[in-house]
C-alpha cells in the first residue's frame, strides 16, 4: 500500500510553462517534506511544511500544506531546464518517525 | 565539505557473493538511515540508527545486517546477494532536533547483481 500518491507520476513540458505537482495521502503527517532528485545522485531537500494551509514560496517554486495537512502541492512558475529532476514528498508522523516518501514525479522540461 | 558520503558508488558482483557499503557523515547528527531505491524509483526505508542504536528495522531480510561504529558511521553488509538485491542504496541522516527529520542523502551506491 503506497501512503503518499503523487500526480502525474511523469510530466513533460516546454520551457516557461506553469505546472503543478500533487501529493495526497488518507493520513494524517505533522510534517511533509519536498525533496528534489537529479540523475546519479540523492534526493535534496527543498522545503518543509508543518502547519496546515501553510504556503512556502523559494523563487519559483510554490509549495502548499493542505488544511488537513494529508496533502501537499507543488507549482512551478515559468519552469526551466534546470527544474528537470525526480521531485519526491515525504510525510512524517512525529520527530521521531521514519519518513515515508511518495511515488515520485519524473518532471522533464523541454528547453 | 560537510556532507554525506558513501562507498563505492559503484558494485557490480555475483549472486551469492557477500558485500559491503560504507557510510560516512561530518554534519553532526544523530541518527543515520538506509534506504532503497528500486528501479520505479520508489525510496523505501531499511534501517535507521540513532547513536549507534537500532532504531528502525524494516521488513528487510536478515541476509541485510547494518552496523553502526560510532554516530557517524552507518554501514551495510548483504550476505549471500540475489538479483532483487539489485538498486540504489542511499545513506542518510537526520538532526531529530530540527523536529522534522530532514534527510540529508549520500550520492547513492548503485548496486548490481548478475
Known amino acids: 500500500t503506497q501512503l503518499l500518491e503523487q500526480s502525474p507520476q511523469f510530466l513533460s513540458i516546454q520551457e516557461g510553462e506553469n505546472l503543478t505537482v500533487y501529493c495526497n495521502s488518507s493520513?494524517?503527517?505533522?510534517?511533509l517534506q519536498w525533496y528534489r532528485q537529479e540523475p546519479g545522485e540523492g534526493p535534496v531537500l527543498l522545503v518543509t511544511v508543518v502547519t496546515g494551509g501553510e504556503v512556502k514560496k523559494l523563487k519559483r517554486l510554490t509549495f502548499q500544506f493542505g488544511d488537513a495537512r494529508k496533502d501537499s502541492s507543488l507549482h512551478i512558475t515559468a519552469a526551466q531546464p534546470g527544474d528537470t529532476g525526480l521531485y519526491l514528498c515525504?510525510?512524517?508522523?512525529?520527530?521521531?518517525?521514519?519518513?515515508?516518501f511518495g511515488s515520485g514525479t519524473r518532471l522533464s522540461i523541454r528547453p | 565539505d560537510t556532507a554525506v558520503s558513501q562507498t563505492p558508488k559503484y558494485l557490480v558482483t555475483q549472486m551469492g557473493n557477500d558485500k559491503s557499503i560504507k557510510c560516512e557523515q561530518n554534519l553532526g547528527h544523530d541518527t543515520m538511515y538506509w534506504y532503497k531505491q528500486d528501479s520505479k524509483k520508489f525510496l523505501k526505508i531499511m534501517f535507521s540508527y540513532n547513536n549507534k542504536e537500532l532504531i528502525i528495522n524494516e521488513t528487510v531480510p536478515n541476509r541485510f545486517s547494518p552496523k553502526s561504529p560510532d554516530k557517524a558511521h552507518l554501514n551495510l553488509h548483504i550476505n549471500s546477494l540475489e538479483l532483487g538485491d539489485s538498486a540504489v542504496y542511499f545513506c542518510a541522516s537526520s538532526h531529530p532536533g530540527t523536529g522534522y527529520n530532514e534527510q540529508f542523502f549520500g550520492p547513492g551506491t548503485r548496486l548490481t547483481v548478475l
Open positions: 515525504a510525510g512524517s508522523y512525529s520527530s521521531a518517525s521514519k519518513i515515508i
Open positions: 493520513s494524517v503527517f505533522s510534517s
